[in-house]
């Protein structure tokens, strides 16, 4: 069970949220887009720190579950917690795919294969623009005005 609040965005928040968008982040999140392979800002990061979603803060990933995948976007084989993300069957543009989501705003981050490295097999295939990235030692956004759970600023638990 995860220690953050999964309830979505209120409207008002929604709307304030989706103003402060680029174009770009709009189309991918909102309208389950694709950025450009080997062009998105995260996919050569190697800083220590968690991947959060760009709509809600929500923390998805660690850098320690990132690994290179050859396919032109950030990979990762392991979310932070498995009910930050949910699963839905994509069957778009003439194919049967894993569509992955935030779990608690809904936002397009990628999809999933199972063509991974263990421990997990999975590949975890995302837009950087669906993400945001806080270094180790850097509070989690606290876009929701949720504040941090437990009382830690990082949110680890």
Excluded at 65 to 76: I, L, Q, R, V
Excluded at 101 to 114: D, E, K, Q, T
Aim: charged residues 20%.
């Amino acid at each position: 069970m995860t220690a953050f609040d999964l309830a979505p965005p209120t409207d008002i928040q929604r709307r304030q949220i989706t103003a402060s968008l680029s174009l770009d982040e709009q189309r991918v999140l909102l309208e389950h887009g694709t950025e450009a392979a080997f062009c998105g800002v995260f996919l050569d990061n190697h800083k220590d720190g968690v991947y959060t979603c760009r709509f809600c803060g929500l923390p998805l990933f660690r850098s320690s579950a990132k690994f290179d995948s050859g396919t032109g976007w950030p990979s990762f084989f392991q979310p932070c917690d498995d009910t930050h993300i949910r699963l839905i069957r994509d069957i778009s543009h003439g194919m049967i795919r894993t569509e992955e989501v935030c779990a608690r705003c809904g936002s397009h981050l990628g999809h999933v294969f199972p063509d991974g490295p263990p421990p997990t097999g999975q590949r975890h295939c995302l837009n950087s623009v669906s993400l945001s990235f806080t270094q180790n030692g850097t509070p989690l956004p606290d876009v929701l005005q949720r504040g941090a759970p437990e009382g830690r600023p990082d949110g680890a638990g």
